[in-house]
């Protein structure tokens, strides 16, 4: 039985650019804008990448999740009145957005070809708000690398649901090294172990710094002819 698609309508990518002594310098950051019809829940987004090094996702929510708090940030005072007006000035109030994946790491080698066109899957286990009420998504695309002077990704679905997972049997290994005989996971579990794999990004301040709520980390790459 397949799952349930979101629909939803899709903008961008769009370059982020930082204006210097009157220069445009291009970021290596681009942001596609994914806006739902009507609050709704996610479980999960799938894509294709193509040369895309690292992932963020920033989440817009409605009405019924303003009040809340969370550590990706407050929700902005725009979604508060709702009326069409309001809701209208909460995509353009950076407060309103939250931090839900900070930057999922999905091509480990940005100057390299390895992972470049793989099949990703972002699930809602992975971002620090829930993905409940939600009325937009902006993926925030990083390629750090001057290499590749053309990042995006494509085949962009959203489910509503988890992704169903049959149980697997997994090595257990041992202090010592030694691999013993493989137990049953869960499709919770599998999740839980895929969610921490992805989450542990090596500390590299030549590739990634912080980033805060409502903003974008910006470099400025140096490209050769």
């Known amino acids: ?34 806006t739902f019809p009507q609050p709704t829940q996610i479980g999960e987004i799938t894509f294709r990448n193509h040369y895309t090094w690292a992932v963020g996702v920033h989440v817009l929510r409605g009405p019924s999740s303003s009040t809340s708090t969370s550590t990706g940030g407050l929700m902005g005072a725009g979604l508060l009145g709702g009326g069409e007006s309001d809701a ?28 470049s066109h793989d099949f990703v899957s972002v699930t809602c286990l992975e971002s620090r708000v829930d993905w409940q009420d939600v009325l937009g998504l902006r993926l925030v695309l990083r390629q750090p690398s001057p290499v590749w ?20 049997s997994v090595p257990i290994i041992t202090r010592s090294g030694q691999r013993e005989k493989s ?22 301040n030549s590739l990634q710094s912080g980033l805060a709520g409502g903003g974008y980390d910006l470099v400025a790459l140096q490209y050769t002819s």
């Open 183 to 204: 137990q049953q996971v869960s499709p919770l579990e599998r999740l839980i172990q895929q969610t921490r794999k992805a989450m542990q990004v090596p500390d590299d």
């Open 1 to 34: 039985m397949s799952r349930e698609t979101v629909v939803f309508s899709q903008s961008g990518p769009t370059p982020v650019c930082v204006d210097e002594a009157g220069l445009t310098t291009r970021t290596g950051c681009f942001i596609i804008t994914l």
């Open 88 to 115: 209208a000035w909460a995509w353009k109030d950076p407060a309103a957005w939250q931090v839900g994946v900070k930057n999922k790491v999905i091509m480990p080698h940005p100057h390299t070809e390895t992972a």
């Open 149 to 168: 002077r053309t990042f995006f990704i494509q085949e962009v679905t959203v489910y509503r649901e988890l992704p169903r997972l049959p149980p697997f």
